[in-house]
């Protein structure tokens, strides 16, 4: 057991470090400049490897397997209507506590000066992101092709991107990629799969996946309509 914590470990370090050296590497032999502070460095590189480590291990032993368990017990209801609205739920709760998306607002609010509010912002991207999550939900409900969903909704931000302000435009984009964290993706991919796996007739190959795309999409249109109504 302890041989394969090491190894579990040493996985996590393999794809961290190659990323540190090559930015020391480049700090100390290219721009000539020493690290600000050595110390604090080493300690907070360590706390990276080990806090990157444990939330690996914590998403795959407890988030997905508990997400995947939901999504499988879910279909038992044969309501789709419950299913729907609660992926809308689950999409718009997980996305408040994503810190990707808390980063993105406070810098969003501090260079508008105020005008773009940062708590205003991270409801928005939640209310969309679980629109977005019920949409994916419901072609996976109804074995929709995912073309057939994705086309129209980039068909609709295209035309929400040309009436929206021009840096609305940009926040949208960035939103939807702040989205893509280490909560959401986790939680609502296995739920969609748990989903797709206990349908009869849905291949969860096919219909499990797309989702992320459906909800980036929902936070882009959710984004490019606060804009508009604030134009």
Same mark, same amino acid.
């Given at each position: 057991?302890? /041989?394969? !914590? %090491?190894?579990?470990?040493? @996985?996590?370090?393999? =794809?961290?470090?190659?990323?540190?050296?090559?930015?020391?590497?480049?700090?100390?032999?290219?721009?000539?400049?020493?690290?600000?502070?050595?110390?604090?460095?080493? +300690?907070? &590189?360590? #706390?990276?490897? #080990?806090?990157?480590?444990? #939330?690996?291990?914590?998403?795959?032993?407890?988030?997905?397997?508990? !997400?995947?368990?939901?999504?499988?017990?879910? *279909?038992?209801?044969n309501?789709?209507? +419950? $299913?729907?609205?609660? &992926?809308? %739920?689950?999409?718009?709760? &997980?996305?408040?506590?994503?810190?990707?998306?808390?980063?993105? !607002?406070?810098?969003?609010?501090?260079? =508008?000066?105020?005008?773009?509010?940062?708590? /205003?912002?991270?409801?928005?991207?939640?209310?969309?992101?679980?629109?977005?999550?019920?949409?994916?939900?419901?072609?996976?409900?109804?074995? +929709?092709?995912?073309?057939? *969903?994705?086309?129209p909704?980039?068909?609709?931000?295209?035309?929400?991107?040309?009436?929206?302000? @021009?840096?609305?435009?940009?926040?949208?984009?960035? =939103?939807? &990629?702040?989205?893509?964290?280490?909560?959401?993706?986790?939680?609502?991919?296995?739920?969609?799969?748990? $989903?797709?796996?206990?349908? @009869?007739? /849905?291949?969860p %190959?096919? =219909?499990?996946?797309?989702i *992320?795309?459906?909800?980036?999409?929902?936070?882009?249109?959710?984004v490019?309509?606060?804009? +508009?109504?604030?134009?």
């Amino acid at each position: 057991m302890f /041989v394969r !914590a %090491l190894k579990d470990l040493w @996985e996590t370090a393999s =794809s961290v470090l190659p990323l540190m050296i090559v930015l020391v590497v480049f700090q100390l032999a290219v721009l000539r400049r020493p690290l600000p502070n050595l110390k604090v460095f080493m +300690i907070a &590189s360590l #706390f990276c490897l #080990f806090g990157l480590h444990l #939330f690996i291990k914590g998403a795959s032993n407890a988030l997905i397997p508990l !997400a995947d368990t939901v999504g499988s017990n879910i *279909v038992k209801l044969n309501n789709n209507l +419950i $299913i729907i609205g609660f &992926s809308l %739920l689950l999409g718009y709760a &997980s996305t408040l506590v994503e810190p990707a998306l808390a980063a993105l !607002a406070i810098e969003v609010e501090e260079i =508008s000066v105020g005008a773009i509010r940062r708590n /205003v912002l991270i409801h928005t991207v939640a209310i969309g992101f679980g629109i977005g999550l019920a949409i994916g939900i419901s072609k996976i409900l109804f074995n +929709i092709p995912t073309k057939k *969903v994705l086309l129209p909704l980039l068909f609709l931000s295209g035309i929400l991107a040309f009436f929206a302000p @021009e840096e609305y435009v940009a926040i949208a984009f960035d =939103s939807a &990629s702040a989205t893509t964290g280490p909560v959401n993706i986790p939680i609502n991919m296995a739920l969609a799969i748990g $989903i797709a796996k206990t349908l @009869e007739g /849905v291949d969860p %190959l096919l =219909s499990g996946f797309g989702i *992320v795309g459906l909800t980036s999409m929902g936070t882009v249109l959710s984004v490019l309509t606060l804009g +508009i109504l604030n134009r």
